[in-house]
Structures are given as structure tokens and as C-alpha cells.
């Protein structure tokens, strides 16, 4: 994801804003890709009332137009979300492992978060908290198995965000899950859950106060309709791009990488990148489909 991001920014990989087409009393959406030379492709997911919703993500070669990869289901969507977000904690985190992390939600978009920030961060203490105490109790125990977290579940969101220093919002939540207050004034805030205006899981406050602001597709977060959060609020303009600032640090994984701004309130502004699923699943293909279908 650093290297799509980074390519994003160059300009060599197209990610133009998702598409929808209403259906059936929903809509059929699409995002597209087209990674320099190598991949083209698209995703499709739909908001119809069926009792399944399985995504496709589809990836072409660029020189000959053969489907390379076909994925179905969520786990590649949710990768690279997490992956996005591990990005933003990378060049944008604390910087050390002896910090604390706030969940406040236990499903799969907060489960990929926390797997994705460990690749650069090995955090001292997890907390998570969510509506029910069986979602909580169960992702405190899978973090603790799976990724030998020291991670306690909570019912409160207020102890879950004091004092953390990387906060994670991850839910489907149509209001505000925190009050701003409740965070200390040096801390990373990712959210992922809706954040347009009527159906939003943070206040705008929480980013009118933030002395930086990023997200990983400036022309998505215009282009929401509902419209975002910011944008409402005249304040798309000063968010910042998560691929300029990839770039900026020396490329992907550059040695050394320090981040524009470690200190202060950050908050990363999740709306996946389109495209990026494309580059994922050609990348996959590389490196385990060549002589099999994937």
C-alpha cells in the first residue's frame, strides 16, 4: 500500500472517485484502477438488501488485457484498508513501541487495523471496547492469541481513548463514538467508519482541532455524497495527502523515515484509495499465483 500510494502521487496509478449505479433499492458500486504498467481492474460491492454481499476485485495485465486474479469476499478489501492505516501509523505514529492503543469497535475493518499497525509498531497496551461485551471480550482474546497482545476490553469508549496514543475508529456507528475532550493533545486518530455529514462515527470538532489532517484519497473525500465531514465544513482544502507524504519520507519502507509531524493531534481520514485493491491482487498474483489460477 506505501507503493501504491507513492505511485498514486506520481501520478502513475489512476484511482479516479468510485462509482454507483442505484439497483433494486440500493446501489451496485464500482472502483477501478490502473497501476502504471503493470495492472488494471476494478471492485465491485453493492448496498442491495441481500443476505449476502460478496465483493469482486478483478485484475487485468496491462499489455495483453488477460485476467491475471480474480479475488471474492472481504479479506482483501479489509488488507488493504488495514494496510492503508498501518501506512498512515508508520509515517505518522509515534515512533515507539512503548505506546498505547484505542479501539472503539471489534469488528473486521478493526481487526485489520490492529494487524496492519504491527507491522511497524509493537504497541505495550491495547485497549478496545464496542457495543457488546461477547464482540469485545472475543477481539481482546484473538489480539492477545494471534498478535501476543497485551489488549484488555472495556465498556467504556472515554477509558478506552484516555491517554492512548493511536486511537482507532472503526465502526458503523451513524453518530460520534468520542468526544474530542476525552483525547490527550499528542495523539494519531484513524478513523474508518462513516464520516459524512448525518451519518458520521466523529464530530467535526475532532478535526477543526487537529494540527494535521490526512487521507489517503483527497478526491474521494470531496466527491462523498452525503458530502464529508469536512467538506461540509469548508476544511477539505487543508487535508493533506497520505501519498505526497509517503513520498516526501524517501518512498515506500524508506530507511529512516521519520514523517512530517509526530507531535501534536493527528487524524487520518480512512476512504480507501481506489485502485488499490487492483494493485494488491496483482501484486499477490506475483508473488504466489504465476503458475496457478489465484
Do not use: N
Not at 472502483?31 to 488494471?40: I, K, M, R, V
Not at 461485551?133 to 484473538?142: H, I, L, Q, W
Not at 466523529?202 to 490526512?214: E, Q, S
Amino acid at each position: 500500500m506505501e507503493e501504491a500510494l507513492a505511485r498514486h502521487h506520481a501520478g502513475t496509478l489512476e484511482a479516479p472517485p468510485r462509482l454507483a449505479a442505484p439497483l433494486g433499492g440500493g446501489r451496485l458500486v464500482l472502483t477501478a484502477g490502473h497501476s502504471g504498467d503493470e495492472f488494471y481492474g476494478y471492485r465491485t460491492y453493492d448496498t442491495l438488501p441481500t443476505t449476502s454481499d460478496e465483493q469482486v476485485t478483478v485484475a487485468h495485465d496491462t499489455t495483453t488485457g488477460r485476467v491475471l486474479a480474480v479475488h471474492v469476499g472481504h479479506a482483501l478489501g479489509a488488507c488493504r484498508t488495514g494496510a492503508l492505516g498501518g501506512v498512515a501509523t508508520r509515517h505518522l505514529g509515534p515512533g515507539s513501541d512503548d505506546v498505547t492503543v484505542g479501539i472503539v469497535g471489534a469488528g473486521t475493518q478493526a481487526w485489520a487495523q490492529l494487524w496492519a499497525l504491527t507491522a511497524s509498531l509493537t504497541p505495550s497496551a491495547v485497549r478496545v471496547t464496542s457495543r457488546t461485551p461477547v464482540g469485545r471480550e472475543a477481539f481482546a482474546d484473538r489480539a492477545r492469541r494471534e498478535l501476543g497482545l497485551s489488549t484488555e476490553a472495556l465498556a467504556s469508549p472515554r477509558d478506552v481513548v484516555a491517554g492512548a496514543d493511536v486511537v482507532i475508529l472503526a465502526t458503523t456507528s451513524s453518530s460520534p463514538v468520542i468526544d474530542a475532550a476525552w483525547l490527550e493533545p499528542d495523539v494519531l486518530v484513524g478513523t474508518v467508519g462513516p464520516k459524512q455529514v448525518g451519518r458520521a462515527e466523529l464530530a467535526v470538532d475532532l478535526v477543526a482541532c487537529a494540527d494535521l489532517v490526512v487521507t489517503d484519497s483527497p478526491a474521494q473525500l470531496r466527491a462523498y455524497d452525503p458530502p464529508a465531514l469536512v467538506a461540509d465544513a469548508g476544511m477539505a482544502d487543508r487535508v493533506a495527502s497520505l501519498g505526497e507524504i509517503v513520498a516526501a519520507s524517501g518512498g515506500p519502507a524508506a530507511e529512516g523515515s521519520t514523517g512530517p509531524q509526530r507531535r501534536g493531534r493527528r487524524v487520518y481520514l480512512s476512504v480507501g484509495l481506489a485502485g488499490t485493491e487492483v494493485h494488491l491482487l496483482g501484486r499477490l498474483w506475483e508473488q504466489h499465483g504465476r503458475q496457478a489460477p489465484v
